[in-house]
């Protein structure tokens, strides 16, 4: 069954993979901004979305889900509304961007617990998606077997 999706004014771009692989860098390098923080550490417990908007601003769980309405389908996951934030940032030196960046927790090896059923929401989210960003660590400083 297909539906119909109403159309968005910015591009969709979500970013997978490990920990420590520099996908909350690559975002804050894009942007122009240190919207995310970044670190050796897993920084990324939860679902980050950067956006550009006239000024600075932090939303959380169910303003977050206003704004992105087309994102509701997630909310049905016990625990993610709890980590799931959006920052919105000016224009910065590059200049406009009309992409949205989803960054997604980073992926640890099997024993790590995350409050929500990361796996499903990452697929329920990719529904959503223009564009996934696999990112890897090609010289095996986080592993990950997920």
């Known amino acids: ?5 109403e159309p968005r004014r910015r591009l ?4 997978v993979g490990n920990h420590s692989v ?17 670190g050796v550490a897993m920084e ?21 889900i206003n ?8 909310t049905s996951f016990e625990g993610i509304l709890d ?9 910065g030196r590059m200049g406009k961007h009309l992409v949205s960046f989803f960054d997604t927790p980073g992926l640890a090896d099997g024993e790590h617990d995350y409050p929500f059923p990361v796996e499903q ?13 696999v990112f890897y660590d090609p010289v095996g400083q986080a592993l990950c077997s997920r």
């Open 1 to 5: 069954e297909r539906k119909l999706v």
């Open 12 to 15: 969709n771009v979500m970013i």
């Open 22 to 38: 520099g996908k909350s860098s690559f975002i804050n390098w894009y942007m122009d901004t240190e919207a995310l923080r970044t």
């Open 44 to 64: 990324s417990a939860g679902f980050s979305i950067v956006t550009q908007g006239r000024r600075r601003q932090s939303l959380k769980g169910n303003a977050t």
């Open 67 to 74: 704004v992105f309405r087309y994102l509701q389908p997630i």
């Open 83 to 91: 980590h799931l934030r959006t920052e919105i940032v000016p224009e």
């Open 121 to 133: 929401v990452i697929l329920e989210l990719a529904k959503s998606m223009d564009l996934i960003l």
